[in-house]
Each structure stands twice: as C-alpha cells, then as structure tokens.
Nanobody, 123 residues
Framework: QVQLVESGGGSVQAGGSLRLSCAASGYIDRWYCMGWFRQAPGKEREGVAVIWPRDGSTYYVDSVKGRFTISQDNAKNTLYLQMNSAKPEDTAMYYC????????????????WGQGTQVTVSS
C-alpha cells in the first residue's frame, strides 16, 4: 500500500515562493511516476507537474511552466514542488499522487493520493 503525506502549504503573497513536500512510503518501484495536482474551489482537479524518477524527466501544465519545479529525493522518498512567482490563480488544494506502470509522462492513470495541502496566494 502506497501512502503519501503532503506538507509545506500555507499563505504567500503574489510573486512569492513556497515549497511543497510529499513523503512517500510503501511499495513504489522504478516504474512509478510521481505527480502534483491541484483543485481550486468550484473547479475540477488539474494536473500540475509529473516526474519520471527513472531518468528525471518532467512534464508541466502550461500555466506553471517556468515558475514551478518538480523534483524528487530518492534517498528520502520525498517529492517536492517548488513554487516561484506565485499568482493568485495558483490558490488551491495541492495533492501528491503516484502512478504505477508509468511508461509515459501524462496526468492520467494516477491511483494513489495524499490528503492535500492548502496553498493560498494573495494579491
């Protein structure tokens, strides 16, 4: 069973930075992808970033390209999302997720989810 626990959310002013962390435990093999998703009030959940730990390949939604960076510390089994130049439209609950049998980078197929951490960006 895969368990994911997010932390690092909070409030930040527009233009500021925040780093989210996700501690992973359980069976996660080399074929897993890890990702960040978010859901704002009244909106559907959307993919933010995905990383393929085997080679470090990443994939981002257009709205965060150049501002957010996904990374992973395999020794600590921890996933990160560095959020820079934050915008009010980044306000959402952010979720860490894991996808088994991952053979290509996309936002589909994620099966394991954390409880989420709230990010609020004020203007």
């Amino acid at each position: 069973q895969v368990q994911l626990v997010e932390s690092g959310g909070g409030s930040v002013q527009a233009g500021g930075s925040l780093r989210l962390s996700c501690a992973a435990s359980g069976y996660i093999d080399r074929w897993y992808c890890m990702g960040w998703f978010r859901q704002a009030p009244g909106k559907e959940r959307e993919g933010v970033a995905v990383i393929w730990p085997r080679d470090g390949s990443t994939y981002y939604v257009d709205s965060v390209k150049g501002r957010f960076t996904i990374s992973q510390d395999n020794a600590k089994n921890t996933l990160y999302l560095q959020m820079n130049s934050a915008k009010p439209e980044d306000t959402a609950m952010y979720y860490c997720a894991a996808r088994p049998r991952c053979y290509s980078l996309s936002f589909a197929g994620f099966e394991h989810w954390g409880q989420g951490t709230q990010v609020t960006v004020s203007s």
